[in-house]
């Protein structure tokens, strides 16, 4: 990863929209040769007119997963992006909306690792993930997203120590916010928030750089992280005073 003029074997979950879909273009750009995976057909076509290998895959199958990852020769770096939010209002839990949360944004991820994990190992390569600032403090009605960041946080850090002796590097990759049709969603302030091609470069220059945890803004992600962990009573009015309308 120190030699930037290598030509390198990418692949990218979540590559149809948002933050996936600017990482591939940009990789494209670069040179590099991007297995690009979704579902989304128009947005698969536009990438494999840029020169991307598109994969049409739903990552919640775990065997088609494995089954077109074991195609596919050399995997030097392998971001899983994809990923859904959805929010919970109190009182009403629902918890179909949980488990769709937690398992959208679980199964995608460890689907993707499990049939990218022996080129990784391969290769030497490195395996990123991406989490969220949301998990380093609870906010209400991300009670279904944040517990599946935090989750992802949590699988990160240990795949950073576990495989470590097979020589594949681990990134968390940890946005605020970033414009794209999953925070179209959203009806509340999002301070300081990123172009795509504002997060695909951070990532890009975190992966470059080989750096375990890549967060960006840092004007947010820091007072965010700093707020976590200060005294609960602290984070919960915070928290509390955000969630009044
Ligand atoms: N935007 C933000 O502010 C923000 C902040 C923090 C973290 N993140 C995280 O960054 C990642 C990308 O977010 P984004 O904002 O770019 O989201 P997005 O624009 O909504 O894109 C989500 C991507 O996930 C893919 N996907 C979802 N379920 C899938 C499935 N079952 N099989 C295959 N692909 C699936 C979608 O592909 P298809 O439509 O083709 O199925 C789409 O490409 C997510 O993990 C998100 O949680 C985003």
Redesign the pocket.
């Known amino acids: 990863m120190t030699d930037a003029s290598k030509k390198l074997h990418i692949l990218i979950?979540?590559?149809?929209?948002?933050?996936?879909?600017q990482l591939t273009k940009d990789y494209l750009l670069e040179g590099h040769h991007v297995y690009a995976?979704?579902?989304?057909a128009d947005?698969l076509a536009e990438l494999k007119a840029l020169g991307a290998e598109v994969i049409d895959?739903?990552?919640?199958d775990r065997d088609k997963v494995l089954d077109a990852f074991d195609k596919i020769s050399e995997i030097d770096v392998a971001i899983c992006?994809?990923?859904?939010?959805e929010y919970l209002d109190m009182p009403n839990f629902d918890s179909s909306v949980f488990m769709k949360v937690m398992s959208?944004n679980m199964g995608?991820l460890s689907h993707a690792i499990e049939g990218a994990l022996p080129k990784l190992i391969a290769s030497k390569g490195r395996l990123v993930g991406?989490g969220?600032?949301s998990a380093y403090v609870p906010f209400a009605r991300a009670e279904a997203y944040g517990s599946s960041k935090a989750a992802i946080h949590y699988l990160m850090k240990t795949l950073q120590i576990s495989l470590a002796p097979h020589d594949v590097s681990v990134s968390l990759v940890v946005?605020?916010?970033?414009e794209?049709?999953?925070?179209k969603q959203n009806d509340f302030p999002m301070p300081f928030i990123q172009t795509p091609e504002q997060a695909s470069q951070a990532i890009r220059d975190g992966i470059e750089s080989g750096h375990d945890v890549i967060e960006f803004p840092k004007k947010l992600t820091f007072p965010l992280k700093a707020l976590g962990i200060l005294p609960d009573l602290v984070w919960q009015q915070v928290s509390s005073k955000l969630n009044k309308k």
């Open positions: 979950t979540g590559a149809t929209s948002g933050i996936g879909n995976v979704g579902r989304d947005a895959l739903d990552l919640m992006g994809a990923g859904m939010c959208v995608t991406i969220s600032a946005p605020g916010f970033v794209t049709a999953m925070t």
